[in-house]
């Protein structure tokens, strides 16, 4: 480990020198690499500097056992010392940890109503809302590509793109089947139902990542509808394209203009072709797509939102937050990080 750290102390006086130089500085995209490269050393060499303070104060403080009258005093000293040395160092080989090359991808998410009925497209408007409120709490841009609703303001499908700083890092971990119990608006008799809303997340693929040969698409045009299936304008500017050698179906309705969502539903669905090859290589994480959303299935959930009781609970981490609300409200983060965190241990461990 401390030879890697090493490596990367010399690189990172490369980088600080090079940074420095006329011709890299007017070279732009060469000098983002560079500042970016370099401010994920930082914080490795931060912690690295203070793993040295302590391991100079460690050696003074056994120093000092040898004095009768200061080694109460040292002793606390040093088991202080050698807790905090010990989260230094945990935290340094999670550090080390190389991160997924698709994490500052931007993302495309889909959500569709499983098993409850209205109840469950309901929960999946819910869903959608508390996305777009933890993309505008965090720094991220969130725009609805598709979006079909019910009367009752309920969500059967929503496809939405999410971009910014670290976007798939933050927002993969929301794959899976999402659970609701609670008692429905639409329930008379009191009853706590349960419902499933299954959500899929892929990075947007790069262009050149993915060929599509026209001769393989379906595309079709109509018109873009609004709540409960009014038209929203007059002119055929919804696009949907099918994928026909693997039978994916992408629809784009959010822009006006039939040019723009078409180029925009070709981005989701390069995305889903590179998500569904990423996934295959991945067989130990999600042989395809179907075990990465499950079958929507109650059995299936990744996360229960229990309404009744006040508390959400992520079953892959076994993580309870208290306060429904503030969690439908976007806030996120204590979930995010602790599967963050986790699956930087489970690399680790491999």
Not at 41 to 62: V, W
Not at 310 to 319: A, K, N, W
Request: aromatic share 6%; net charge negative.
């Amino acid at each position: 480990m401390i030879d890697k750290i090493q490596s990367l102390l010399e690189r990172r006086q490369e980088l600080s020198e090079a940074i420095a130089q006329p011709e890299i500085i007017q070279d732009f995209p060469r000098y983002q690499g560079y500042l970016k490269e370099l401010s994920t050393i930082e914080p490795i060499a931060l912690h690295y500097q203070k793993l040295q303070t302590i391991e100079k104060h460690l050696s003074e403080a056994r120093e000092l056992l040898a004095d009768p009258d200061l080694a109460p005093e040292a002793e606390q000293e040093l088991r202080d010392l050698s807790a905090e040395r010990e989260n230094l160092l945990s935290d340094l080989k999670l550090m080390l940890v190389p991160p997924d090359p698709l994490d500052d991808r931007n993302v495309i998410m889909e959500l569709r109503a499983g098993v409850g009925g209205e109840e469950a497209a309901l929960f999946a408007g819910d869903l959608l809302r508390m996305y777009l409120k933890y993309a505008d709490r965090n720094g991220l841009t969130a725009s609805i590509l598709y979006l079909s609703d019910t009367d009752l303001g309920g969500v059967n499908e929503a496809l939405v793109m999410i971009s910014g700083p670290e976007a798939f890092a933050r927002m993969k971990f929301e794959s899976g089947v999402h659970c609701v119990k609670r008692v429905p608006v639409t329930e008379s008799g009191g009853r706590i139902h349960t419902s499933t809303v299954t959500v899929a997340v892929f990075p947007e693929a790069e262009e050149v990542e993915v060929t599509i040969d026209p001769a393989d698409l379906r595309i079709d045009v109509f018109h873009a509808s609004g709540h409960g299936g009014q038209g929203v304008n007059t002119t055929d500017s919804a696009v949907r394209i099918t994928h026909l050698p693997t039978g994916l179906v992408v629809t784009c309705q959010d822009e006006r203009s039939q040019l723009e969502n078409k180029a925009k539903a070709l981005r989701v669905l390069r995305s889903r072709l590179l998500d569904k090859a990423r996934t295959a290589r991945e067989d130990a994480h999600a042989a395809d797509r179907k075990n990465q959303i499950g079958w929507g299935e109650r059995s299936d959930r990744i996360r229960t939102y229990y309404f009744n009781h006040d508390y959400v609970v992520d079953h892959r981490i076994g993580l309870t937050v208290n306060r429904t609300s503030n969690v439908m409200n976007g806030e996120l983060t204590p979930f995010i990080d602790g599967l963050r965190l986790a699956e930087k241990t489970e690399k680790l461990n491999q």
